[in-house]
Every structure is written in structure tokens, then in C-alpha cells.
């Protein structure tokens, strides 16, 4: 049996994706896709043979970044906004990094799916050795039920992107670690910044009604500034790192 996207591929080589493909592996509808389309949070697809239109990566990592946009309170103008300000050729990983720093902010959102539903989101099956690795990366857990898993959906995607990169196992839970020790270390002294100089001033002015609304509009829009923030040193200082090493190599 064959499909419209049989032999259809990106510039990367990686298979495309019908919109009604696309719609099961984010979990919307055809109808939303379309709309976002029209409202320009997603750019058009490629125009294959017999006028179907492909989807790549990109598409999917970037349903996932409007998706968790919504789920910490965004309007859709203001997700409109925000994707505006992100560079126009973000790979699907690079999206996949935002995804996932802008999850970092939602509380535990963790739920149990039995593992069908598991390769269902993930967009393939996964084997013993994957659920290790996924489980090792804090992504996904065992519960007391045989076959159903504790995931974590906002680093769903990103973990099984990571089942593929040839690195080694052990680097990769060595590199999170590093990753956690400087962005907690990055958390507190934000936090920090904001309780001297922001939140102190506050409060001997919380009487002032235009301050009180003045403070209310920052904290709406500070989480989403900050992870921009966040990701555009972290890409930035990555490149220049990356550059002096390949130097020196």
C-alpha cells in the first residue's frame, strides 16, 4: 500500500507529513492546523505532486511550542508575537529547546499512558533500550501497573529526538546534568535580581494602584521573556564555544 508521502522527503532527507498526519502526531485537528496556518503561526507546507501539501519536523516541533504556549496562559496574539521574535529558519530542534524551556515553567504535569499510547505520542515504537534511556533521561518512568508508563509530556518529544543522536548514553545524562546544575544556578540568581530590585521596591509601593497593575502586567509577561532570554544566550554562547573548538581542532 502506498501513501501521498511515499518518497517525499525534506532538505534534511527526513519523510514529510500529510495534515492529517501531521494532526494525529500533534494531537489536534486538520481544522486547527488550517487555522493556524491562515493566522500565521505556522508556515505553508511544501506543495508536492498532485497538490498535496508536506509537512516536515519543523511543523510538528512548532504545534508543540503553540501548544505549550496556550497551556501557560497565552492568548493567541500574544503567542503570535512571541513566535515573530524567533528566527525564521529555527530547526525543529532548535523549537524542541524552546518547547521545552518554556515547559519548565508549568507545574508538573506528568499522567500515565499504557505504552501503545506511549508510541502513539512519541510518533514510533519504542523498545526496551529506548524506555531505559527515556526513563534514565527522567522522561518517562515505570509504574506498579505492567505496561503503562508515568511520561512526562512536555519532554516527551524532545527525549525520543535524543533516542537518535549517536552519542553515547552516559554523555547525554552527563550533559543534562551539567544542564541542570547552571540552570538552577541561572534560577536563583534571577530570582534573586527580582526579589532585590523589583519585589522589594514593590512592596513599598503595593498601595500605589498603578504600580500594583504596572507589577500584575510584568509578572504575566516575565516567564515567556525570560525563557526567550534564556535561549538566545544559551544558542549564542553554544555557537561561539562550538567555533573556538572546531579552532582549535
Known sequence: MTTETEGVTTEAGEPTLTVDELAARAGVTVRTIRFYS??????????GPRRVGHYGQEHLSRLA??????????????????????????????????????ASWAPDSAEDAPRAEL?????????????????????????????TYRVDPGLL??????????????????ARTV???HTRSAAHELSRLFRDEV???????????????????LSAHMQ?????????????????????WLKEG
Open 199 to 217: 519585589w522589594g521596591p514593590y512592596r513599598e509601593h503595593e498601595s500605589d494602584p498603578e504600580h500594583v497593575a504596572a507589577m500584575r502586567s
Open 224 to 244: 515567556p521573556m525570560v525563557v526567550q532570554a534564556l535561549v538566545t544566550a544559551f544558542q549564542r554562547s553554544l555557537k561561539e564555544e562550538l567555533r573556538e
Open 38 to 47: 491562515t493566522k500565521g503561526l505556522l508556515p505553508p507546507p511544501v506543495i
Open 157 to 174: 518529544r524532545l527525549g525520543v529526538q535524543l533516542l537518535d543522536v549517536p552519542i553515547a548514553h552516559e554523555t547525554i545524562l552527563a
Open 65 to 102: 511550542l503553540i501548544e505549550e504556549l496556550q497551556h501557560q496562559g497565552m492568548t493567541l496574539a500574544a503567542i503570535e508575537r512571541y513566535l515573530e521574535q524567533l528566527p525564521a529558519d529555527l530547526s525543529a530542534h532548535d523549537l524542541a529547546i524552546h518547547r521545552a524551556l518554556v
Open 119 to 147: 508510541e502513539r505520542r512519541a510518533g514510533r515504537p519504542l523498545g526496551d533500550e529506548d524506555l531505559d534511556r527515556l526513563a534514565a533521561m527522567g522522561v518517562v518512568a515505570r509504574t506498579q501497573t505492567p505496561g
Open 179 to 181: 544542564l541542570m546544575e
